[in-house]
């Protein structure tokens, strides 16, 4: 079976530092990858997605930039964290073709 | 963009109850999912619905993709039903690119 593995859990940054979320995807091969953000406990926004390595669309303007260097691996980072950074980042999988989206834990980050 | 609404935006019910939950979208679509989070935040894929009548256990799903909206059903709901119920959409090409709602916030109680 597939599973997703998304860390850390919580996070507390200082606004400037850099940021580095990590997910990886075991169990399936070519999956497409996404970054999404919840602020305020409701409602999820796309941020990026990547359908192969190397291969990233933005889908809202900001200040986080998204990696995927190998196949079940997806990165979401920041140079210089703003106080607006600070919510819930989940990361997500599907196959290829499309279909069920599952998501990892999440990480919770607080920028101060 | 697609805009989805989900009622009611809150919904308190005694354990056992049975409740049912909207999800109205503004464009045509073939990809639509329900998902619960739960009070820790983890989210789970309830179903994969864009249409038709699907059913696990105790939740059933219903979508009228002509119509645009899709329906959630909890029968004899348990304290564990508890949190937020999300409707996501959109159309599936090369991936699954979803546009959530703002969720139905459910508190079962004893």
């Known amino acids: 079976s597939q599973t997703i593995h998304q860390w850390p859990a919580t996070l507390v940054q200082p606004v400037g530092s850099p940021l580095s979320l990590e997910c990886t995807v075991e169990?399936?091969?070519?999956?497409?990858l996404y970054w999404y953000r919840q602020a305020a406990g409701r409602g999820l926004q796309l941020l990026f997605y990547?359908?192969?390595?190397?291969?990233i669309s933005s889908e809202v303007p900001q200040n986080l930039s998204a990696s995927r260097p190998q196949d079940r691996q997806f990165i979401l980072s920041s140079k210089k964290l703003l106080l607006s950074d600070s919510g819930f980042y989940l990361c997500a999988w599907s196959r290829l073709t499309g279909g069920e989206v599952h998501f990892g834990n999440g990480t919770r980050l607080t920028v101060t | 963009g697609i805009q989805v609404e989900q009622s009611p935006p809150d919904l308190i019910l005694q354990e056992g109850a049975n409740s049912t939950l909207r999800c109205n979208f503004s464009d045509s679509v073939n990809n639509l999912q329900w998902f619960h989070q739960n009070p820790w935040g983890q989210l789970i894929n309830l179903f994969y619905?864009?249409?038709g009548t699907k059913q696990n256990g105790r939740l059933s799903a219903t979508t009228v993709a002509t119509e645009r909206y899709s329906l959630l059903y909890i029968s004899s709901s348990q304290t564990t039903d508890s949190g937020v119920y999300f409707c996501a959409v959109g159309n599936t090409g090369t991936a699954s690119k979803l546009t959530f709602g703002t969720g139905t916030r459910l508190q079962v109680t004893l």
């Open positions: 990547s359908v192969g390595i190397g291969q």
């Open positions: 619905i864009p249409s």
């Open positions: 169990g399936t091969s070519n999956p497409n």
